[in-house]
């Protein structure tokens, strides 16, 4: 505790303990909102930053400490409509470490023979006390002293043992975790929402708010579980280490936890609490750190403990990944295939390393489900390289200014009336397919890809300027793009020179001639339609028809009007094309639209039948073969190209069922796998004799 008479430089000024006041009246009221209501109005990241605040100014200023301060004490301050229970030895909160630096310094102060480390579960911590082997009371930390009696609700956690087994101790407090697995938080916040009760902010709220619960029905019917972190009072056994007391209370039946280890020094602490952040989402349950504890109890006590904390255990922080932030907005995506989405538009936040201010909100329902309304400071969490997700929103903050999205019924890229593609479908979405200006920018944008026809021009920014311009109304016009047509727009155009101006030979319009993008754009269409086949059946759009589908129905049919008039059954019975890639395709002539799409890009001059090149021998049909690393002589696509030409089938993954691997400079685990189950291996000169003579040439 600080000590009050000790002088300090000067009188604590009135701004001073006005900023004190501020802070902690701040991390009170969030106190009394997070643990009184397990609703919390700051995020725990917030909440942190306040409180280091705060014990960064009293250490500075000992004389602002009064006994409110909440540095001084341990989370809840007060007691509720639950009948008070007094705990034979205090429950203490932990004090905090965020970074490797602080750990070191922690453990560097706190020696000890070994030491304890743990998962710090985000749960509420609950106090068990057995009186002659039977579960007599069960209550919350409360205020360190006195907790909340919570006994008929604990009674309904799956795993706390009723009764203990004989020679189990007289009196035993056992100390643990209480939480809400992340598996069943999901389906919880939605069932509240559809009551219309207030969503919880995480599975740690969510654990706290079940168990403190009037009625213990309601409690049972979570999915609450409990792992054990410590001891209290004992009479009847002795136990030497914290590590001990765990297998002791193992033997009598409770729920331990199994990642928790022994080691010696802090480089293993250090490695334990890196390892576990890089796994923090495998677990079943939230962590929000690592606990670090003297094992030894006879050190322990030798040790002791501040008002709040321990001084023999400390509580490393992993960066937060959840944070508040407001809702400005919600609007919605029109994407490829008309599919309308909603999104949140919020005010930036930086979260797991990086700028948010937007998240998907995946549809209509969706929003309902999560119960938000625009204008809410909402939860939002990202974990790691996951996408941002809108948890849910913080009730009570609202000041009635908030509003409930609604679902638009026209499209806002081309104004046709939304609707769902069949009946009973949750998303809605643009029937213009053809010329709604956002499904087409992403065709055109698709079709430009380095995997399809390669037009590098034609980005997202070119593909908006030439619907911006009403130059195409679907990508057939693309192929027919003139010079004339480009000059239209901004994009690929650029202010002329004096010179050019006066060059009557150089095309321009209102003192503009093409930019170097314009040309290329150009260029690069013309380049195009030179494409083997397969990649201006990709560039069709059709739904499933990637490239690996796309090189098949090429290789197997030659050419667009064959495809168009192969049965389902011959579509199907192409490698790698199944009944659902034949549906799509069948479907997709069936356009007419598309069809006339097709049209305009032959009478363009675009491939429609790959050159039949009837001296390529059929040397591989029936065979499988993968090839792996970089050869001199093909490219990874010249490669596949080589086989399928030939009748085989280029797999991507070694197997049983591959026939040949060849192997190239650097191949990776490809080649050590087809070496283990004994595959025919092949150097690129056995691969180039595999082509032409088939497995005869390897005799
Ligand atoms: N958002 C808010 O407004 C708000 C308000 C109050 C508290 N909080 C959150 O709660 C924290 C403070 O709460 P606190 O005092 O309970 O401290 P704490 O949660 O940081 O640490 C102490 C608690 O950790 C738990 N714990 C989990 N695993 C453990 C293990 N293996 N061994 C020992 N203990 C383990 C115990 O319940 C113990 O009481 C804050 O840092 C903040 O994250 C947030
Ligand atoms: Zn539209």
Redesign the pocket.
């Known amino acids: 505790m600080t000590d009050h008479t000790e002088a300090e430089s000067g009188v604590t000024s009135p701004e001073l303990r006005r900023a004190w006041t501020e802070l902690n009246t701040r991390?009170t009221e969030?106190?009394e909102?997070?643990?009184g209501a397990d609703q919390?109005?700051?995020?725990?990241?917030?909440?942190?930053a306040a409180?280091r605040e705060l014990e960064d100014l009293e250490a500075a200023h000992p004389s602002l400490v009064t006994p409110d301060s909440v540095t001084q004490r341990?989370?809840q301050a007060r007691i509720t409509e639950f009948k008070p229970v007094e705990h034979r030895r205090r429950?203490?909160?932990?004090d905090?470490v965020f970074s490797a630096e602080e750990l070191d310094g922690w453990l560097a102060r706190t020696p000890a023979s070994s030491y304890l480390v743990?998962?710090?579960?985000?749960?509420?911590?609950?106090n068990l006390l057995y009186l002659g082997g039977r579960l007599a009371v069960a209550a919350t930390?409360g205020d360190g002293r006195v907790g909340e009696d919570v006994t008929p609700n604990v009674a309904t956690i799956a795993g706390i043992p009723h009764r203990l087994p004989a020679g189990a101790p007289s009196v035993l407090e056992v100390?643990g975790?209480v939480f809400f697995p992340v598996a069943g938080f999901e389906k919880l916040n939605e069932d509240l929402v559809e009551a219309g009760r207030a969503p919880f902010?995480n599975p740690?709220n969510a654990a706290a708010g079940s168990l403190r619960q009037k009625n213990p029905e309601v409690t049972a019917s979570r999915p609450l579980r409990m792992?054990v972190?410590?001891i209290g009072a004992v009479e009847g056994a002795e136990f030497e280490t914290q590590s001990g007391a765990y297998e002791a209370l193992k033997g009598w039946g409770f729920p331990t936890?199994e990642t928790?280890r022994v080691v010696g020094t802090g480089a293993e602490v250090q490695e334990f609490v890196a390892w576990h952040g890089e796994h923090r989402h495998d677990l079943s349950h939230e962590?929000?750190?690592?606990?670090v504890?003297v094992d030894d109890l006879a050190e322990q006590d030798r040790l002791g403990a501040t008002s709040?904390?321990p001084r023999w255990?400390i509580?490393y922080?992993y960066p937060p990944e959840e944070v508040n932030t407001k809702l400005l907005d919600i609007q919605v995506n029109v994407g490829r295939t008309g599919r309308v989405t909603p999104f949140g538009v919020m005010e930036p936040v930086f979260v797991s390393g990086s700028t948010v201010e937007m998240a998907t909100l995946h549809n209509a329902f969706e929003v309902e489900r999560k119960g938000v309304l625009i204008g809410d400071t909402v939860v939002l969490r990202k974990a790691g390289d996951v996408i941002p997700e809108i948890v849910a929103p913080v009730v009570a903050l609202r000041d009635g200014t908030e509003r409930a999205f609604v679902m638009p019924t026209h499209c806002p890229s081309c104004g046709t009336e939304l609707r769902p593609e069949k009946e009973g479908d949750k998303d809605i979405r643009c029937p213009n397919a053809r010329s709604c200006p956002s499904q087409l920018r992403e065709r055109l944008f698709g079709l430009a890809s380095r995997g399809a026809l390669d037009i590098e021009a034609l980005g997202w920014e070119g593909a908006a300027a030439l619907l911006d311009g009403r130059l195409l109304a679907d990508e057939g016009g693309l192929f027919t793009l003139t010079a004339a047509d480009l000059l239209t727009t901004d994009f690929y155009t650029r202010a002329a020179k004096p010179a050019e101006l006066a060059d009557e030979a150089t095309p321009k319009r209102d003192g503009r001639v093409l930019a170097a993008a314009g040309e290329k754009l150009l260029t690069n269409l013309e380049a195009a339609k030179a494409q083997p086949l397969w990649r201006v059946l990709v560039a069709l759009s059709i739904r499933h028809v990637g490239p690996t589908a796309a090189r098949s129905l090429a290789a197997r049919f030659g050419s667009v009007d064959a495809i168009r008039e192969a049965s389902l059954e011959q579509l199907a019975s192409a490698e790698g094309v199944g009944g659902v890639i034949a549906e799509s395709v069948k479907g997709w002539f069936d356009v007419d639209w598309h069809d006339a799409i097709v049209a305009a890009w032959a009478e363009a001059g675009v491939r429609m039948a790959d050159e039949v090149d009837e001296s390529t021998p059929r040397t591989l049909e029936g065979l499988t073969v993968v090839v792996t690393g970089s050869l001199d002589g093909f490219t990874r696509d010249g490669a596949k190209e080589a086989i399928i030409s030939r009748g085989g089938k280029a797999a991507g993954s070694v197997s049983k069922n591959t026939d040949y691997v060849v192997i190239g400079a650097n191949a990776g685990s490809k080649a050590a796998k087809a070496e283990q189950l004994g595959l025919p291996i092949l150097d690129e000169a056995g691969f180039v004799r595999l082509l032409a003579e088939g497995p005869a040439g390897l005799e």
Do not use: F, W
């Not at 743990?118 to 609950?126: M, Q, R, Y």
């Not at 962590?287 to 606990?291: L, N, Y």
């Open positions: 991390l969030a106190q909102a997070y643990y919390p109005t700051l995020s725990d990241a917030d909440y942190d409180m341990v989370g429950m203490l909160s932990l905090n743990e998962l710090k579960i985000d749960g509420l911590a609950i930390r100390r975790e902010a740690r792992l972190h410590g936890a928790c962590i929000d750190g690592i606990v504890k709040r904390a255990a509580a922080k």
